[in-house]
C-alpha cells in the first residue's frame, strides 16, 4: 500500500488538500446549523416562559378585579364564584385546594349548572324564578366565607412584586 502512494504521491496529496478544506467547510457549516438550532430552543423556551408569566399576570389581573367587585358589592356572589372557580385552578399564585377555598367550589357545584344568557332568557318565567331561588339560597349559605375567600383572593393578588405567601 505504501509504495502505491509513494507512486501517486501527488495525486494523493492533491485529494488530501482538496478533501481536508471541504471536511473543515462541512464541519463549519454544521457548527452553525447546531448553534441556530439551539439558539431557536432557547428563542422558543424563553417565548413560552414569557407567555405564561404574562397569561399568570393577566389570571392574577382577574381574580383581584372579581375579588375587589365582589367585596364591594359590584358583582353577585354567585358569578364571582363561577369565575373565580375557573379561574383559581389556573393560576400558580393560589393553593386554590387549600380548605380555605372549600365554600368556593361548595357553592360552585350547587350552581355550575344554571342557565345563562340566552338559554336563561328562553327560560319560562316560572323555571327561571325557582332557579333564582336556589341561587339566591346559595348565596346565603354561602355569603360570608366567599367575602372572606375574596378579601383573601384580593390581599393576594394585590402584591406589586407577583409573590404570594400561599
Known sequence: MWQAVLENQTYFFIALGILIPLLGYAVYLQLGTYKSLVKRREDEVANKKAAFKERQESLK?????????????????????????????HY???????????????????IK???TLKERNEM?????HEEDKLRYKAEEKYEKEILEICRVLY????????????
Open 61 to 89: 389581573e382577574s381574580i383581584r378585579i372579581i375579588s375587589m367587585a365582589t367585596i364591594q358589592k359590584q358583582c353577585e356572589i354567585s358569578e364571582a364564584c363561577l369565575r373565580l372557580a375557573n379561574l383559581l385552578p
Open 92 to 110: 400558580r399564585g393560589v393553593r386554590h385546594r387549600d380548605e380555605k377555598f372549600n365554600a368556593l367550589f361548595s357553592m360552585y357545584d350547587e
Open 113 to 115: 349548572n344554571f342557565k
Open 124 to 128: 319560562k318565567a316560572a323555571h327561571r
Open 155 to 166: 390581599e393576594k393578588t394585590e402584591n406589586l412584586d407577583g409573590k404570594s405567601d400561599q
